[in-house]
């Protein structure tokens, strides 16, 4: 087997199992330190070789000497990052590009260095808010387990002995722990079939695109994912039109850093309006519930201004205080909703436990 489809196995198993080998940090870090060493005189090889000395990753310092090793064979370093397209992206590699033709690379990677970063603070916002409401899921099924698995077996035996009529709730933890202990293990087996199942209908692309245009259509999570796919657009379209691209070349590029297949497909017929010598408004306001008329009417006015980098530029801020909205107000929603079923759950169990022993503290008052 040749080494092209063995890398190629190798990356298609990375998406699959949603393993990132080079952190987004690593990519920021990468970028300002490649800007600062060209910028400070030292050449490319150079840069290179001393942010390979300062990496603590073996995977990262790896790449480097690859990259290394081409341009010292006469290739330039977007060429060589070809070769990591699965690890840098598009967006990385494309910046670069330009950069090294309009002879500015380290404006370009510094002003990358800067995008990437701002992408990250996004992710981590949106990452961050979700903490909460996850710790209070983890708490409810570790309480649950605990009292289920450990509490309960012990105090069964006291009420069997006892002759204590259990209440039907009991009687419903007492059927599910003995499907447990009989299918548990098969159960097990069964939902991590079902787990991998999920992921790999997610690689088919009609599949994925269903699931994404259903997402659309779900209340805040519509809104949230409509406000970040919206900053990343303006953000790297920006990026890409202030290194120099054309717009053309931009979306091309842009269409690439987009997740969601829904406007992936929108994008990929802007290109097309664009290539026909036609305004990308003109498509972009057939679709308002996509791309809202604050955008459409912004992007027009750059159009016919000719400042359409910094009209991005402003959307893609204003969309992402959307985002920290769109988030805080999910947030609010989520956490009452949270604890009203944690609550709940825990509630059943207890009641469950404490029910019996109350009959069993009665019958000995009686007696």
């Given at each position: 087997?040749?080494?092209?489809?063995?890398?190629?196995?190798?990356?298609?198993?990375?998406?699959?199992?949603?393993?990132?080998?080079?952190?987004?940090?690593?990519?920021?870090?990468?970028?300002?330190?490649?800007?600062?060493?060209?910028k400070s005189g030292l050449s490319l090889l150079d840069t290179l070789d001393l942010i390979k000395q300062q990496t603590s990753s073996k995977r990262f310092s790896a790449m480097v000497s690859r990259i290394?090793?081409?341009?010292?064979?006469?290739?330039?370093?977007?060429?060589?990052?070809?070769?990591?397209?699965?690890?840098?992206?598009?967006?990385?590699?494309?910046?670069?590009?330009?950069?090294?033709?309009?002879?500015?690379?380290?404006?370009?990677?510094?002003?990358?260095?800067?995008?990437?970063k701002k992408q990250r603070e996004l992710h981590n916002r949106v990452k961050s808010a979700m903490i909460y409401p996850a710790i209070i899921l983890i708490v409810t099924i570790g309480i649950t387990v605990f009292l289920t698995l450990f509490i309960f077996p012990k105090?069964?035996?006291?009420?069997?002995?006892?002759?204590?009529?259990?209440?039907?709730?009991?009687?419903?933890?007492?059927?599910?722990?003995?499907?447990?202990?009989?299918?548990?293990?098969?159960?097990?087996?069964?939902?991590?079939?079902?787990?991998?199942?999920?992921?790999?209908?997610?690689?088919?692309?009609?599949?994925?695109?269903?699931?994404?245009?259903?997402?659309?259509?779900?209340?805040?999570?519509?809104?949230?994912?409509?406000?970040?796919?919206?900053?990343?657009?303006?953000?790297?379209?920006?990026?890409?039109?202030?290194?120099?691209?054309?717009?053309?070349?931009?979306?091309?590029?842009?269409?690439?850093?987009?997740?969601?297949?829904?406007?992936?497909?929108?994008?990929?017929?802007?290109?097309?309006?664009?290539?026909?010598?036609?305004?990308?408004?003109?498509?972009?306001?057939?679709?308002?519930?996509?791309?809202?008329?604050?955008?459409?009417?912004?992007?027009?006015?750059?159009?016919?201004?000719?400042?359409?980098?910094?009209?991005?530029?402003?959307?893609?801020?204003?969309?992402?205080?959307?985002?920290?909205?769109?988030?805080?107000?999910?947030?609010?929603?989520?956490?009452?909703?949270?604890?009203?079923?944690?609550?709940?759950?825990?509630?059943?169990?207890?009641?469950?436990?404490?029910?019996?022993?109350?009959?069993?503290?009665?019958?000995?008052?009686?007696?």
């Amino acid at each position: 087997m040749s080494k092209k489809p063995r890398k190629n196995i190798q990356v298609s198993l990375l998406h699959f199992f949603n393993v990132t080998l080079i952190p987004l940090q690593e990519k920021v870090n990468f970028a300002r330190h490649l800007s600062i060493g060209i910028k400070s005189g030292l050449s490319l090889l150079d840069t290179l070789d001393l942010i390979k000395q300062q990496t603590s990753s073996k995977r990262f310092s790896a790449m480097v000497s690859r990259i290394m090793e081409d341009i010292n064979n006469g290739q330039s370093l977007a060429d060589s990052l070809e070769r990591f397209n699965y690890v840098f992206g598009h967006l990385f590699i494309s910046m670069v590009r330009v950069g090294e033709v309009g002879g500015n690379l380290s404006g370009t990677l510094a002003y990358l260095s800067n995008e990437l970063k701002k992408q990250r603070e996004l992710h981590n916002r949106v990452k961050s808010a979700m903490i909460y409401p996850a710790i209070i899921l983890i708490v409810t099924i570790g309480i649950t387990v605990f009292l289920t698995l450990f509490i309960f077996p012990k105090i069964l035996p006291i009420f069997q002995s006892l002759g204590v009529q259990l209440p039907a709730s009991t009687r419903l933890i007492i059927q599910t722990l003995s499907f447990l202990d009989n299918f548990g293990f098969l159960l097990l087996v069964s939902m991590a079939v079902f787990a991998i199942a999920v992921r790999a209908l997610l690689f088919i692309q009609k599949v994925r695109y269903g699931m994404h245009a259903v997402s659309l259509r779900i209340p805040f999570v519509s809104t949230l994912i409509i406000n970040v796919t919206i900053t990343s657009f303006s953000r790297v379209l920006a990026a890409l039109l202030k290194s120099g691209m054309t717009l053309l070349d931009a979306l091309v590029v842009v269409k690439t850093t987009i997740s969601n297949l829904v406007y992936q497909k929108h994008v990929e017929q802007m290109i097309d309006v664009v290539r026909r010598g036609e305004e990308m408004t003109k498509y972009l306001k057939k679709y308002p519930k996509l791309f809202p008329p604050m955008l459409v009417g912004m992007i027009k006015v750059g159009e016919g201004t000719g400042n359409l980098e910094d009209n991005l530029l402003y959307l893609a801020e204003y969309y992402e205080s959307e985002v920290d909205e769109t988030v805080n107000n999910l947030t609010t929603i989520l956490e009452p909703l949270l604890l009203l079923f944690m609550g709940v759950i825990v509630g059943f169990i207890a009641l469950s436990i404490i029910t019996p022993i109350y009959k069993v503290t009665q019958g000995l008052n009686i007696r």
